[in-house]
């Protein structure tokens, strides 16, 4: 599988750009155990343009995480085209067009998913923005707007003839936001389009690799890419199971990561997200204060010192647990 002259190993597992997710430490680590392809934040093309120090900031990206993608969005094609000229001067392997972000503030706007309610000005977008860079640019949207106007497999078509180097599709309407379930179905179909000669990357409640190698055999896409299962689990991309103390040195190891690249207090708001949503603290009894003082720890020291301090508390559980019967597995 290739997107413009990057190559991909077999069944390639991509990680979802995803606002306040995916800063550079997180990609890192999942490039680390296994993503093939990482993306940035997604970045608003309008507050590129402006110049907007903390949207610049979500253009820094580092050698060891390529193939790295930046995506943008935004409802101005004027703005699109400037945004990508400016993206493309930070050296992605990928620019790519969101138009699938469903949340009110970006598609109630028209931009992202909002864009499903004006595909002629999707498409100039997507022709204006590969006329005006030399890097490979693909998109990422949804099935439609709702399930009354179910468009993709046409827009895949539509898509590819503007140049697109390959489409990535979200198993949802615009209407469903994140509830339901995705419906691979019509990414399947689209794949199976004869006339459709770009990878088509199949996104939407994948939540493991073997879920990953059932879409791949099933459906036949090319890439799998995963959003909000990654969250506090960067080693999902991993083939190998790993125990409590490895992830937890992990996720500290994001930590330091997040703060040396950006700050101590913004490092730690970064990481915050990933320790409120990582399973791996599920079945320790009585967590909920240490949850709290972790959520409110305002120096990296005191942060590590509280994710330190559940380290015993989890050997107690997993003794608790083998005298009930309970595989190790079963605890992370």
């Not at 493991?208 to 799998?224: C, L, M, N, T």
Request: aromatic letters at 6%; charged letters at 25%.
């Amino acid at each position: 599988m290739k997107i413009g002259d990057i190559e991909f190993g077999p069944r390639p597992l991509f990680l979802a750009p995803m606002e306040d997710v995916t800063d550079i430490g997180f990609r890192r680590l999942c490039k680390r155990f296994g993503a093939q392809m990482v993306y940035t934040e997604f970045v608003s093309a309008e507050a590129l343009v402006r110049d907007v120090k903390t949207t610049v900031r979500k253009l820094q990206i580092s050698d060891e995480e390529r193939p790295v993608g930046i995506q943008i969005y935004g409802r101005d094609t004027d703005a699109m085209v400037e945004a990508a000229r400016i993206v493309e001067q930070a050296g992605p392997d990928v620019i790519d067009l969101n138009f699938g972000c469903p949340v009110k503030k970006v598609a109630g706007k028209g931009a992202g998913a909002g864009m499903l309610q004006n595909i002629p000005k999707m498409l100039d977008i997507t022709r204006r923005v590969v006329d005006a860079v030399s890097t490979p640019v693909t998109a990422k949207t949804r099935l439609g707007w709702n399930h009354e106007q179910l468009v993709i497999t046409t827009l895949a078509e539509q898509l590819q003839d503007c140049g697109i180097k390959a489409l990535t599709i979200h198993g949802r309407t615009r209407s469903q936001m994140y509830t339901g379930e995705a419906d691979w179905t019509l990414i399947g179909e689209v794949k199976r389009n004869p006339r459709i000669t770009i990878p088509i990357i199949g996104n939407g409640d994948i939540h493991s690799r073997e879920e990953a190698d059932a879409a791949f055999e099933r459906y036949g896409v090319d890439a799998v890419m995963i959003g909000r299962a990654t969250f506090g689990c960067p080693w999902l991309f991993s083939p190998q199971q790993l125990s409590f103390d490895q992830k937890l040195d992990i996720l500290e190891e994001q930590l330091r990561i997040n703060v040396e690249m950006i700050d101590e207090p913004r490092g730690i708001l970064h990481t915050r997200r990933h320790l409120a949503a990582t399973p791996i603290f599920k079945g320790i009894p009585n967590f909920r204060p240490t949850r709290i003082a972790m959520l409110r720890a305002t120096t990296v020291g005191e942060l590590l010192d509280i994710l330190e301090s559940t380290r015993p508390l989890l050997g107690e559980e997993r003794a608790t647990a083998e005298q009930e019967g309970q595989t190790t597995r079963e605890l992370y």
